[in-house]
């Protein structure tokens, strides 16, 4: 059974830094592809970045240069750093895994972009 569970989501001001993580069971985290996505309220579930089981990284225009994913394999652990966050990056973050052709998501973590 595929879990996800993401954490680390909270209150920050603009300009500030958060970290979340997502830790995965029931897979065999090291050869997959992980991503993160965002989803505010009233849009779309959109991506937000990709780290490959070789650890090549991709990122939406909108956050490249201030985001930076990374993964522990020891940890089954997939992470997010944000930094300079800018009140529209203020979403539910949902990292995700597609294994045996199906997506799964963990429950999501909140963050808010406010002063």
């Known amino acids: 059974q595929v879990q996800l569970v993401e954490s680390g989501g909270g209150l920050v001001q603009p300009g500030g830094s958060l970290r979340l993580s997502c830790a995965a069971s029931?897979?065999?985290?090291?050869?997959?592809?992980m991503r993160w996505y965002r989803q505010a309220p009233g849009n779309q579930r959109e991506l937000v970045a990709l780290?490959?089981?070789?650890?090549?990284?991709d990122y939406a225009n909108s956050v490249k240069g201030r985001f930076t994913i990374s993964r522990d394999n020891t940890k089954n652990t997939v992470y997010l750093q944000m930094n300079t966050l800018k009140p529209e990056a203020a979403a539910v973050y949902y990292c995700?895994?597609?294994?045996?052709?199906?997506?799964?998501w963990g429950q999501g973590t909140q963050v808010t972009v406010s002063s």
């Open positions: 995700n895994v597609n294994w045996s052709r199906r997506d799964y």
């Open positions: 029931g897979i065999i985290f090291s050869i997959y592809p």
């Open positions: 780290i490959t089981s070789e650890g090549a990284t």
